[in-house]
């Protein structure tokens, strides 16, 4: 399976990680008779466990959302091609012979499949034929994908993260992280780091209303991509100052720690 998912979780169950509940209410529809939210029939059996197992219900939605989103496709609508080539997880992410047969039965109970010889994309074809129609399906169906593609956004974004934190600090790094100091507020903030905190000082230093550290800002200034500085050329200094250097952000990600 892929890092961080466990055998029996979903993609579903990662995309509910951090979503914000206070806004339910806001994109349900409420029935005028009853009050209470009325889930349409593919939301009702995604839902439902004994119809569509956790472990099958990635597979469940793609297969809805190739059926009723228009040019989506999991082996070419991004990130989803990136992950398929990752291990473990085509089993997550590509649909079954057994998970199509069985939503071609339920739009057309008395179709007679034999899915033995026939492929994949074949079955897809024979679903085709029996489209979503209900637009709650398609709302539903159109939502819960968009869950699952920034999901994966998110982790592929947390990965470059950690790739850059990781990055080992180079001479040009170095060199960059010593020409922020041209920044005037980064000088200011560096002198008043090195007098004694007050306890009333440090006290507040996890203050919402505090000033930005030292640290704060010149981890922001190393890290913005559009601070481009350039060295003096001082070849009477060094040999490595012989020229004017352009020295733009690399991969090496400075935070307040290793700042």
Known sequence: MPTGVQPTDSLYEMSEVGSDQSSDEENVDFTATSGKYNPGEVESIYNDNEQVPPQRKIQYLLMMAKDCIPGFDVKTTHPYPIFLGRKGWRSILLVTKSVLSQEIRRRKPEARLNIKNKRVEEIEKLLSLWPVSDQKDIDFITAKEMEYRNTLLRKLHDER?????????????????????????????????????????????????????????????FNDEDFLPKTEALPGLHEDFAKSTLVPKSNYFLTKNNA
């Open 161 to 221: 993260t950690e790739r850059k934190r990781k990055s080992p600090q180079t001479k040009l790094d170095r060199l960059r992280f010593i020409l922020c100091f041209h920044d005037k507020k980064i000088r200011e903030a560096f002198i008043l780091s090195q007098n004694t905190a007050t306890s009333e000082e440090l006290g507040g230093q996890n203050s919402e209303t505090r000033e930005p550290s030292f640290y704060d800002l010149i981890a922001k200034k």
